[in-house]
């Protein structure tokens, strides 16, 4: 027997922040699939036209260029979307930013205003401009990509964990602040995600690795992202808002001090 929640999407307005490319491009990809009319927002111009040219085959679709460094370029493009499109449904906030040093005082120096604005403000900044548009749609929503490096230190850098730890706040700030407009705010928080066209340096040791310290013995497909936010927007979800869904097939849930313990243990036998 199969059940098959009803498409309650369908026609709604969703904008995609860092579309054109990664997990972004699967969350764009999967709501179009549903129906709904996709605003791809992201600096890279080639890759962005080119999705939604892809996207058009199936949907409506627009492509807005906006560099998530710049607060003048993220009013410009509110200032597009807005006229263009006085209501909106969705927005997901999952632009990231480039790749950073992981040398603590050079990243402190060179990147993290950087990083900071791309992850932090510049998004609080879309959602106050767009927040009315948000206000006429049925069962708005805000859906913020975090990281599970926002609870543990792993090989990223400063100026990533610091950004993604600062999203819980900012989710439970704006679930407050947005929700006599009936807008709800939440955060998605991904484990290791596999992205189309990834590769690895060692797949065998990777295999391994993964299956040693995530209980469910896999890593994450980017359109598992996408199902994430598209529950959050959909009218079964329309009274969850302030909360965070941990995509990472559980593996904040491992003592990994016990793990590294044993493969050591394991090694010196």
């Given amino acids: 027997m199969h059940f098959h929640l009803p498409n309650t999407l369908k026609n709604k307005i969703i904008i995609v922040t ?17 129906g709904c009319t996709i605003l791809i927002l992201d600096i890279n111009l080639e890759a962005g036209q080119a999705l939604k040219h892809d996207l058009l085959k199936i949907t409506n679709a627009l492509f807005y260029s906006c560099d998530f460094s710049n607060s003048e370029s993220i009013r410009r493009a509110a200032a597009s979307i807005s006229a263009d499109h006085p209501i909106l449904d969705a927005i ?12 603590i005082k050079d990243n402190i120096n060179n990147e993290l205003d950087r990083d900071f604005n791309i992850f932090v403000k510049s998004p609080l900044l ?7 548009n948000l206000s006429r749609g049925t069962d708005p929503c805000i859906t913020y990509i975090g990281s599970t490096n926002s609870t543990f230190i792993s090989h990223q850098p400063l100026s990533y964990h610091v950004c993604k730890g600062a999203l819980l706040q900012v989710v439970r700030f704006l679930a407050v602040s947005l929700g006599p407009l009936n807008v709800r705010v ?4 991904p484990g290791i995600v596999d992205i189309p066209g ?7 040791l990777f295999s391994k690795a993964v299956k040693a310290v995530i209980p469910l013995g896999r ?51």
């Fill in 198 to 204: 990834r590769t690895r340096r060692n797949i065998t």
């Fill in 18 to 34: 860092g579309g054109a490319s990664g997990i972004g491009k699967s969350i764009c990809e999967e709501y179009a699939k549903l």
């Fill in 92 to 103: 997901i906030h999952n632009a990231r930013a480039p790749y950073a040093t992981s040398n």
């Fill in 126 to 132: 879309l959602s106050e401009l767009l927040s009315e």
């Fill in 186 to 189: 939440n955060l998605v928080n």
């Fill in 219 to 269: 890593t994450a497909f980017a359109n598992e992202v996408a199902s994430a936010c598209i529950f959050l927007s959909s009218v079964q979800a329309r009274y969850i808002t302030g909360t965070t869904i941990n995509l990472d097939g559980g593996e904040h849930l491992k003592d990994h001090f016990s793990l590294a313990y044993k493969i050591l243990e394991d090694k010196k036998a």
